[in-house]
């Protein structure tokens, strides 16, 4: 039997993801687009800060939906 509850758990994790996805290598797009400030290695350090973040929350978001379908 499915519980819904993990299921949706692992959705909102999917969902948290998502947005990251496209937020951090804007980040890191910007970063290197202004290399000649001081803030550079700031900006970029985010920006892969970000992108490391999307996938945990995929990975985590996706390992709760399948403990969720496949429960016993």
């Known amino acids: 039997m499915a519980d819904i509850k ?3 758990k692992g959705g909102k994790f999917i969902l948290i993801a998502l947005p990251m ?3 951090g290598p804007s980040v ?3 970063a290197f687009m202004n290399q000649h400030t001081n803030w550079h ?3 970029l350090g985010v920006g892969i800060t970000v992108c490391i973040l ?3 929350f995929l990975f985590k978001g996706l390992m709760t ?3 969720g379908l496949f429960a016993k």
């Open 54 to 56: 999307s996938v945990y």
């Open 6 to 8: 993990l299921i949706s």
């Open 28 to 30: 890191i797009y910007n």
């Open 65 to 67: 939906i399948g403990h």
């Open 21 to 23: 996805f496209f937020i």
């Open 41 to 43: 290695y700031l900006v």
